[in-house]
């Protein structure tokens, strides 16, 4: 498989793992506990994961190498700021 480069496709792939991680926690909660909801739980850890991978570590090594990230609430300020993702 071909390594991902571009910073516009790296950015929808962290957007997305973000999105796949809320949707499975909102399906989570509304269902009965069941084996579904194990996967849904275990599919929400896991893309939150990937989501917090995103925000410090492709972004700091692939998107804007110049900035350094103190935590989430400092990403969320990258991302509102003029210095956008």
Not at 20 to 29: D, E, M, P, R, V
Request: one cysteine or more; a positive charge; aromatic letters at 20%.
């Amino acid at each position: 498989m071909k390594e991902l480069t571009n910073p516009n496709w790296i950015k929808v792939k962290g957007v997305l793992f973000l999105v796949i991680g809320i949707l499975s926690a909102l399906i989570l909660i509304l269902e009965q506990q069941s084996f579904k909801t194990a996967l849904l739980l275990a599919i929400s850890v896991w893309c939150f994961c990937r989501f917090y991978y995103f925000a410090f570590y492709v972004i700091e090594h692939y998107v804007d190498p110049g900035f350094r990230f103190s935590g989430l609430w400092s990403f969320a300020r990258y991302l509102m700021s003029k210095r956008r993702l």
